[in-house]
């Protein structure tokens, strides 16, 4: 289930919680972020990079065609994979991207957590859900102890993902919120 929590960043406050994929969007996107549900493709668990993209192909031409992106591309990541700590570290940072990071949950889930307007907006994205955290928006990413997961990354550049650290400590204090 997708849950938004907003907090406080000075306090740690909780001024907002919901599973409403509407009310997660509206409280979003006054800070730019766009979130959307769309409907699951079909497709065997498990399922080719190839079979995914090519199932969510209406989707990903109409979004693309209307955001100025230029490609798109399927990252899996399963709790059995040898460098799954590392992968996980090297996003838990607070970052930021030159490009808009898109991200679609076919399968799996995780937290985008995007620090904003003085609040720490934790998006607990799960299958169906479509994520776009504009460019230059300082967050980090939580994809848990066991992370599994298959998403469609959309970019316009990829040289533009390149994670610049903030350099602050606000991911230590505000771990992901799952439930």
């Known amino acids: 289930m997708s849950l938004l929590t907003v907090r406080d960043a000075a306090t740690g406050a909780e001024l907002l919680r919901s599973s409403d994929a509407a009310e997660i969007a509206a409280a979003l996107a006054p800070i730019n972020v766009r979130f ?5 493709a079909p497709l065997p668990a498990g399922a080719a990079a190839e079979e995914v993209l090519e199932a ?3 989707q990903l031409d109409a979004f693309m065609h209307g955001t ?11 709790p059995d994979h040898p460098q799954k700590e590392a992968m996980r570290q090297k996003f838990l940072a607070e970052h930021t991207h030159t490009e808009d990071e898109v991200r ?3 399968e799996g889930a995780g937290n985008f957590i995007i620090h904003a307007a003085g609040k720490v907006f934790d998006a607990h ?8 955290v504009p460019a230059n928006a300082q967050h980090w990413f939580d994809a848990g102890q066991e992370p ?11 040289s533009g993902w390149t994670p610049h650290y903030t350099g602050t400590d606000i991911s230590e204090r505000f771990p992901a919120v799952t439930e």
């Open 125 to 132: 994205c799960t299958q169906g859900d479509l994520i776009s």
């Open 68 to 78: 100025g992106a230029g490609t798109a591309d399927v990252i899996k990541l399963t």
């Open 148 to 158: 599994s997961f298959t998403v469609l990354r959309v970019f316009t550049e990829t």
């Open 36 to 40: 959307e549900r769309w409907a699951v």
């Open 56 to 58: 969510y192909r209406p």
């Open 104 to 106: 679609f949950f076919h």
